[in-house]
T-cell receptor, first 108, second 115 residues
């Protein structure tokens, strides 16, 4: 099956810093989503982004499908940004393949 | 519009028992997918239902089964529980399935502990 790799696996930031999370995938995909998993396990949709760039407040994402990667940018990080960030890709069937996640800790 | 709901939120069972989990999708969504999340294996796809039919299945043993009702609500059943079935079970709904793939929205999950 398709391989989805995320980097870095862990990231510690000072509040106010910026960061870039990366998602590489091994094959062509139909779509890609970014999620934030909160401490209670809820997966919160951040972006649905098959290609191009989208922005939502302090967060933005870019997917370059031809080069098989996506980037999630977090600017001016806050402690509430802490948690695990997952990217997930959709292949020909309607099921998501998840990356291993990036655990972000923002310290005040 | 109400989100995806899952019941129960927490469940404790013993080995050998069976369990049924329920998922109600967002109104109008006809596709429901199930995922298992464990510390060792991460998030893995179990199966997807659309219009009461299983359309896709992940690499899980036959002890894991599901169904979907005419109102799009879905249930997942695990028989003969094993310790390794302890996990967070997440369901997701999407508006469309098949040729055009829809954005998936997740419920809060059911945390199953097998003793």
């Amino acid at each position: 099956g398709i391989q989805v790799e995320q980097s870095p696996p862990d990231l510690i930031l000072q509040e106010g810093a910026n960061s870039t999370l990366r998602c590489n995938f091994s094959d062509s995909v139909n779509n890609l989503q970014w999620f934030h998993q909160n401490p209670w396990g809820q997966l919160i949709n951040l972006f649905y982004i098959p290609s191009g760039t989208k922005q939502n407040g302090r967060l933005s994402a870019t997917t370059v499908a031809t080069e098989r990667y996506s980037l999630l940018y977090i600017s001016s990080s806050q402690t509430t940004d802490s948690g695990v960030y997952f990217c997930a890709v959709l292949t020909g069937a309607n099921n998501l393949f998840f990356g291993t996640g990036t655990r972000l800790t923002v310290i005040p | 519009k109400a989100g995806v709901t899952q019941t129960p939120r927490y469940l404790i069972k013993t080995r050998g028992q069976q369990v049924t989990l329920s998922c109600s999708p967002i109104s109008g969504h006809r596709s429901v997918s199930w995922y298992q999340q464990t510390p060792g294996q991460g998030l893995q796809f179990l199966f997807e239902y659309f219009s009461e039919t299983q359309r896709n299945k992940g690499n899980f043993p036959g002890r894991f089964s599901g169904r979907q009702f005419s109102n799009s609500r879905s249930e997942m059943n695990v028989s003969t529980l094993e310790l390794g079935d302890s996990a967070l079970y997440l369901c997701a709904s999407s508006l469309i399935s098949g040729a055009t793939l829809g954005e998936q929205f997740f419920g809060p999950g059911t945390r199953l502990t097998v003793l």
